[in-house]
C-alpha cells in the first residue's frame, strides 16, 4: 500500500515538473518576443533552464547572461538585462511602471562618475523596457492551467 502511495506521488510530481516546463517555455517565448532588440545578441541570449527538482522545489530559470561591458568598471559585469527590464536614471525611473523596490541613480547633480558618462554617451540613462516581469506575471494563468491539467490524473487513480 505504502509503495503504490509513494509511486503515485512521485508521479504527481513528474507531472507538475512537465506542467511547469510547458509554462515556462511560454514565457520564455514571450519574453524574447517582447525583448528589445537594440543590442545586438541580446534577444538570443535570453535562455531558458532545464526544469529540474531539488530539495522538493521544481526550478525553471529564464534569464540573460549577457553583460553590460565597456569601458566603465562598475558596470562591466553587470547583466543586460537588468538595464533593459527596468532602465537606468531619470529615463528609467520616469519609464518604469513596476515596482521593482531598486534604488535610480537620480540626485542632481548626479555624482562625477555618471556626469562623466553622460559626456561621454551623451545619455541620462535609458528607458524601461520590461518583458521578463510581463512575460511573468501574463503566464499565471496558464500556470495554474497546466497545473490543474497535470494534476487531472489524480482524480482517476485515487491516491487512496
Do not use: C
Not at 515556462?24 to 545586438?40: F, G, L, R
Not at 534569464?63 to 553587470?78: P, T
Not at 518583458?131 to 501574463?138: E, I, K, Q, V
Amino acid at each position: 500500500m505504502a509503495t503504490r502511495l509513494v509511486d503515485k506521488l512521485e508521479t504527481m510530481v513528474k507531472q507538475l515538473e512537465k506542467a511547469q516546463e510547458k509554462t515556462a517555455i511560454k514565457i520564455h517565448k514571450d519574453t524574447q518576443n517582447n525583448a528589445p532588440n537594440e543590442v545586438v545578441g541580446y534577444v538570443n541570449s535570453i535562455q531558458l533552464s532545464d526544469t529540474v527538482l531539488k530539495d522538493g522545489v521544481i526550478y525553471t530559470a529564464i534569464y540573460s547572461d549577457m553583460l553590460v561591458g565597456g569601458s566603465i568598471e562598475k558596470w562591466q559585469n553587470v547583466p543586460m538585462a537588468a538595464f533593459m527590464e527596468w532602465g537606468t536614471g531619470p529615463m528609467g525611473e520616469s519609464s518604469n511602471t513596476y515596482n521593482h523596490q531598486y534604488d535610480y541613480t537620480t540626485d542632481k547633480p548626479w555624482n562625477f562618475e555618471a556626469q562623466r558618462q553622460f559626456e561621454e554617451m551623451g545619455t541620462w540613462g535609458m528607458l524601461a523596457r520590461p518583458h521578463f516581469y510581463p512575460a511573468l506575471t501574463s503566464n499565471i494563468s496558464t500556470n495554474r492551467e497546466n497545473i490543474k491539467e497535470a494534476l487531472k490524473w489524480e482524480k482517476q487513480y485515487k491516491l487512496n
